[in-house]
């Protein structure tokens, strides 16, 4: 499985940006996308993730309202609609893939839970 994650950039305080994560290499069916964050000295954070089969989502407190996550099962393809972006959102953001999706484990926030992950696409929010 590849993950590939692009689309960031440096955007103003309360600006947007959509970032996507493209997956190949599998033919899986059942499967959640996870989107991570991890600024220079903080934690790893997860964001937001996707379910494949029935879309179901989950979001970190900070981006709810913000952020919004999608899927396109055809392009294999999940995306990241960040809105009203403020300057602690800058880092660096990774998708990923939770395999232990498909056997029936919960929507996870959690990184040590995921697979297989992609290089970072770099979030710059100026003030």
């Known amino acids: 499985v590849q993950l590939q994650a692009f689309g960031g950039g440096l955007v103003q305080n309360g600006g947007s940006l959509r970032l996507s994560c493209a997956a190949s290499g599998h033919r899986l069916v059942k499967y959640a996308i996870g989107w991570f964050r991890q600024a220079p000295g903080k934690e790893r954070e997860g964001v937001s993730c996707i379910a494949s089969d029935d879309g179901a989502t989950r979001y970190a407190d900070s981006v709810k309202g913000r952020f919004t996550v999608s899927i396109d099962n055809d392009k294999k393809t999940v995306y990241l609609q960040m809105d009203k972006l403020k300057p602690e959102d800058t880092a660096p953001y990774y998708c990923?893939?939770?395999?232990?999706?498909?056997?029936?484990?919960?929507?996870?926030?959690?990184?040590?839970?995921?697979?297989?992950w992609g290089q970072g696409t770099l979030v710059t929010v100026s003030s």
């Open positions: 990923a893939m939770d395999l232990d999706y498909m056997l029936g484990s919960a929507l996870t926030l959690v990184g040590d839970d995921y697979d297989y």
